[in-house]
């Protein structure tokens, strides 16, 4: 049974940056697309960004783009999403979610159509 387990969450004050990462344990990870998703407190959950399985190609939403980075290193069976100039709204828990893909350069945002996700890591902004 493949896992997913995110890290790299914490406590960070307004402008700061925190990295990500979502580790896969299972085989044949570089078919996989990821997706980043987060749930804000007393809110649902959002979609935040996705990476193709061979990397070549990233969605973000508006409200992170510029500012998140999301990358992987299929080598290490490794996702990561590099976040900038955190705001308070970016307070959530951050999950990972891989979907097999036939196509490798394309990735979806939707949660239903995942295959396996992690427990999410916890992103506080705050002063």
């Known amino acids: 049974q493949s896992q997913v387990v995110e890290s790299g969450g914490g406590l960070v004050q307004p402008g700061g940056s925190l990295r990500l990462s979502c580790q896969f344990s299972?085989?044949?990870?570089?078919?996989?697309?990821i997706t980043w998703f987060r749930q804000a407190p007393g809110k649902g959950r959002e979609e935040v960004s996705c990476?193709?399985?061979?990397?070549?190609?990233?969605k973000y939403i508006e409200a992170v783009k510029d500012r998140f980075t999301v990358s992987r290193d299929n080598a290490k069976n490794m996702g990561y999403l590099q976040m900038r100039e955190l705001k308070p709204e970016d307070t959530a828990v951050y999950r990972c979610?891989?979907?097999?893909?036939?196509?490798?350069?394309?990735?979806?945002?939707?949660?239903?159509?995942?295959?396996?996700w992690g427990q999410g890591t916890v992103v506080i902004v705050s002063s």
């Open positions: 979610a891989v979907r097999s893909m036939f196509v490798p350069t394309m990735c979806s945002m939707t949660w239903s159509e995942m295959n396996f």
């Open positions: 299972g085989d044949s990870f570089s078919w996989y697309a």
């Open positions: 990476i193709s399985a061979n990397g070549t190609n990233a």
